[in-house]
C-alpha cells in the first residue's frame, strides 16, 4: 500500500491530468453519456437515506468481531479482533462510491451481479438495491463479516442479495459456474495484490458478455494494484477502461472498435 503523502501525490496529479468531470472535450458519445447521465447525476434516491443511517449504525457498533483474514493471496488464515466500528470506518466504501455504483446499476440495469468483497453490506446494499428484480450474489471471507452484513440486508429489507461466505480462491469458480446464466456487472473488492486481481478479472470473463461491466476498486492504492490496472487495460478483450482514481470501470463492449482510456475527475 502507498503510504498516505505518495497517494496524496498521485491524486493530485490524477486530478491535474484528468477530464473536467462535466463532459466537455469528451469526443466519445457512450462516454458523454456515463458523465452527464451517471457520474453527475444529482437526484437524491430514497434508498441513498436508508443505506446511510444503517451506515451510521455501524460507525458507533462496538461489538467484537473475530476476523478470519486469508491475507491477500494467502492461505494462512490469519485471525484478529476488531471492532464493527473499525471495520466501518476503515474498509466502508464512502457514500460516494456507493452512490455512483447505484447510479451505475440503475442506469445500465443489468440483471445479474457479482461483488468479490462484502465487508458489511454497504456497497452490496447500494448495488442491490437499484433495481429489486435484480439478483446480486456477494462474496465475503470472513463468516462474522458475513453475519453483520447480513443484518445490514435484514435492516434494509433487501431479498435480492445472496452471500457467500469462504475464501475467493475457492468460491470465485464454484458461485460462476451454479449461479450465473450471464454476469452483467461485477465489483472486485476483495485481496489487493496483483496476482488474485488478474485471476478474478481472468475468471470473471468467461461468464462475461458484450455488455457487462467490471468495476476494480483501488486501482491506485498500491503498485501492484497500478500493475494489474495496466494488465487490464491491455486485456484483448477490454475495448475501454475509465479511471475514477479511487475506481476503475471496464467496459467490453465490440461496438467500440479502438481502445479507449479514459481519466475522469470525480
Known amino acids: 500500500m502507498y503510504s498516505a503523502p505518495r497517494l496524496a501525490f498521485k491524486y493530485l496529479r490524477y486530478y491535474l491530468s484528468s477530464l473536467n468531470g462535466r463532459g466537455h472535450g469528451t469526443h466519445s458519445p457512450f462516454v458523454f453519456e456515463f458523465i452527464t447521465e451517471v457520474l453527475n447525476d444529482r437526484r437524491n434516491f ?3 437515506q436508508q443505506i446511510e443511517s444503517v451506515r451510521q449504525f455501524l460507525l458507533h457498533d462496538e461489538r467484537d468481531l473475530l476476523i478470519e483474514d486469508f491475507g491477500a493471496g494467502s492461505r494462512v488464515i490469519k485471525k484478529k479482533n476488531r471492532k464493527v466500528s473499525a471495520i466501518a470506518h476503515s474498509s466502508l466504501k464512502t457514500k460516494k462510491i456507493g452512490q455512483l455504483l ?3 446499476a440503475d442506469h445500465y440495469r443489468p440483471a445479474y451481479m457479482l461483488e468479490i468483497g462484502s465487508s458489511l ?3 452490496s446494499s447500494y448495488l442491490a438495491s437499484a433495481d429489486l428484480s435484480a439478483k446480486l450474489v456477494t462474496l465475503e471471507g470472513s463468516p462474522e463479516v458475513a453475519s453483520i452484513a447480513r443484518e445490514t ?10 452471500l457467500v461466505e469462504g475464501n475467493f480462491d475457492e468460491t470465485l ?3 460462476l459456474g451454479t449461479h450465473f446464466p450471464q ?4 465489483f472486485i473488492d476483495g485481496n489487493h495484490r496483483y496476482e488474485p486481481a488478474i485471476r478474478y478479472f481472468q475468471q470473471l470473463l468467461e461468464k462475461s458478455n458484450d ?3 467490471i468495476l476494480v476498486d483501488d486501482i491506485h492504492w498500491s503498485k501492484e494494484m497500478e500493475e494489474a490496472w495496466q494488465w487490464i487495460q491491455r486485456h484483448d478483450e477490454v475495448t475501454m477502461t475509465i ?4 475506481i476503475g470501470i471496464v467496459f467490453l463492449r465490440k461496438e467500440f472498435i479502438a481502445k479507449q482510456h479514459f481519466t475522469i475527475r470525480f
Open 46 to 48: 430514497y434508498s441513498y
Open 102 to 104: 447505484f447510479r451505475m
Open 121 to 123: 453490506g454497504i456497497t
Open 153 to 162: 440486508f435484514s435492516k434494509l429489507k433487501l431479498k435480492n442479495i445472496e
Open 173 to 175: 469458480a464454484k458461485v
Open 183 to 186: 454476469l452483467d456487472l461485477a
Open 211 to 213: 455488455h457487462t461491466i
Open 243 to 246: 479511471d475514477l482514481f479511487f
